[in-house]
């Protein structure tokens, strides 16, 4: 690296801008590998790919600083950010925090109505985004109002404004470090939209900061290789200094993931470090299992997005990993990470709780982070009292206080005043999940709050209920929905069986009557009479593992007229 960078990287040592960790590690290590491609597969069908290092990286976004800045984007602008996930999408964006800009990143698989829905709110001025999401823009112009410059990542055609190519400086001095503090803005994501449409929650660059703080409390080291299942944790990887492998996949749909290319891509790359959602390792699992593989080189995986089945974890300790180990942290993408769990606890201590119903153990709470449990209300909290924290053991909502919590969802005050809880000068994030805590400091989750069911002789929660019928050996998975008026609900379990099968009347008997069965046995299931077949539940668009269970309730009514 040369002596300007070298200057420019001391120069900022002390910066609050997330773009410095970038700078510093270019600076450290400038040949070691920065991010690594896929570019298709040559005709034996093995896998192509591009690598840029870190000195290389840097140079990169140094280019497109210089580009965005010249062509008019400035500190504090929102930039709509529709880039498949690559080089281009890690160099824009982090181009975009040395301008002292703000990345806006949307989901492209949420849907089409709640996409718009999320450009109309964020009021971007910029837009950079391949030639796909430009049509979409000429097709609803009124969402794309606000934005006065279009950048298209790939080839302009009728739509006019700039090539992001085209805009790139090169050679390209060190870019001028915009001088942002801690409160201010460096990115806005949106939810997964998992219980309705996706708010934009805003991170700051101090934010930024303590998530990676906190990731590198749970173990990651630098120089280590990652392979995300989710691209927007390969934003954080190049302030931590990891190389980012980024898998050969459709980002869009990860229950389609070719599980050949995933495991190959570790195999070649020596991947160290992955998360994903259980929809994905069960993916990958079933793939190694059936061609006899193990993945030596991972040290750990994270499994996260939903409850992890104990059974998947066990899968990968003994039959996969040879001396890593799966950990199960829980967090939001409003407060991010949260807490942690290492597959070893889960196997020996909690697995058996799990399955008897008590919830799923989602570990101790971070260091730097403060959980409590308060009581069930739909009710927005205004100010923090310490007397809403329940004692151990009682459930209801999670709430969480820590440097990663965001303070705010963009242009939604009503769901800001619901889901915050101010307390000085912190805010208090309320997940939107209810759990306890037990007498050893871990907390359990039991489901989220708008999935609870209020019926006449109390209330049920879906993860310990559905903890109990998942035992069947037919069933893939289940849904407690409540049927009928609030707090006088009848609760009903969905059951989606292996294989996506409906049953013909005479199995659909035997499986009901050995449900019941099931449910018998336990307290409090024994209130579940009634029992639907789905051949395919609806679940979330990002990790496509949550169950949308407001639609199956829904269908559930339906099918119970």
């Keep these: 690296m040369n002596s300007t960078n070298s200057m420019n990287s001391t120069n900022f040592m002390n910066s609050s801008n997330i773009a410095t960790a970038l700078i510093m590690t270019a600076a450290r290590a400038p040949y070691r590998p920065a991010l690594i491609c ?20 840097n140079e990169l976004v140094d280019g497109y600083a210089h580009g965005l800045s ?3 984007l400035g500190p504090g602008e929102r930039v709509l950010t529709l880039i498949r996930p690559g080089v281009d999408l890690v160099a824009v964006a982090f181009a975009l925090f040395k301008i002292g800009a703000v990345p806006v990143f949307i989901d492209p698989g949420m849907g089409r109505q709640a996409f718009i829905q999320c450009v109309t709110e964020t009021e971007p001025t910029s837009f950079i985004g391949i030639p796909a999401a430009h049509l979409l823009r000429r097709v609803y112009p009124a969402a794309f109002r606000t934005i006065e410059r279009y950048i298209t990542a790939g080839k302009p055609w009728f739509w006019g404004g700039a090539c992001l190519a085209e805009l790139r400086v090169q050679p390209a001095a060190p870019f001028p470090l915009a001088p942002t503090t801690p409160d201010s803005e460096a990115a806005v994501a949106f939810t997964s939209g998992s219980t309705g449409i996706p708010k934009g929650v805003v991170y700051t660059h101090g934010i930024f900061h303590a998530i990676i703080d906190l990731l590198r409390q749970m173990g990651v080291e630098e120089g280590e290789i990652d392979q995300p299942g989710l691209p927007i944790f390969a934003l954080f990887n190049p302030a931590l200094g990891l190389t980012t492998v980024i898998p050969e996949m459709d980002a869009r749909h990860p229950a389609k ?14 991947v160290t470090t992955s998360f994903g959602s259980p929809t994905i390792w069960k993916i990958v ?55 942690n769990i290492s597959g070893d606890e889960i196997l020996s201590e909690t697995a058996p709780l799990t399955e008897q119903g008590r919830g799923a153990c989602l570990g101790r709470p971070l260091t730097g982070l403060t959980i409590k449990v308060i009581p069930i209300s739909d009710d927005p909290v205004a100010t923090w009292d310490d007397s809403l924290a329940l ?8 709430v969480v206080k820590g440097p990663v919590v965001t303070r705010l969802y963009l242009h939604r005050p009503e769901q800001t005043a619901k889901a915050k809880i101010q307390d000085g000068g912190e805010v208090w994030h309320r997940t939107g999940d209810l759990g306890y805590f037990d007498d050893q400091g871990r907390l359990w989750m039991c489901g989220r709050k708008s999935h609870r069911v209020e019926t006449a002789a109390g209330l049920m929660l879906p993860v310990p209920c559905e903890a109990i019928f998942n035992a069947h050996p037919e069933v893939a998975r289940t849904a407690l929905v409540g049927v009928g008026p609030l707090s006088r609900q009848r609760p009903v379990l969905v059951v989606e069986l292996k294989g996506g099968i409906i049953p013909t009347p005479p199995t659909r008997q035997r499986l009901i009557n050995e449900l ?29 593992v949550k169950i949308q269970r407001e639609k199956l309730a829904v269908w559930a009514e339906r099918q119970c007229r």
């Design 285 to 339: 699992g079933q793939y190694c299992l059936a061609n006899n593989l193990k993945l030596p080189s991972l040290r750990r995986i994270f499994m996260a997005g939903a409850p992890v089945p104990p059974r998947l974890i066990e899968q990968y300790h003994r039959h996969i990993l040879t001396g890593g180990q799966v950990q199960t942290p829980f967090g939001a993408t409003e407060a991010l990470p949260v807490s």
């Design 391 to 398: 004692p151990t053991g009682q459930v209801g909502e999670i």
């Design 516 to 544: 019941l069965a099931l449910g018998q046995a336990h307290d409090h299931t024994r209130a579940i009479q009634d029992f639907l077949f789905h051949h395919a539940f609806p679940v979330d668009v990002r990790h496509n």
């Design 38 to 57: 896929p570019a298709g597969r040559d005709r034996s069908g093995r896998a192509r790919f591009t690598q840029y290092n870190f000195a290389q990286l």
């Design 70 to 72: 010249d062509y008019g």
């Design 257 to 270: 993931l070719n599980p050949a290319y995933w495991v190959e891509s570790i195999r070649t790359h020596g």
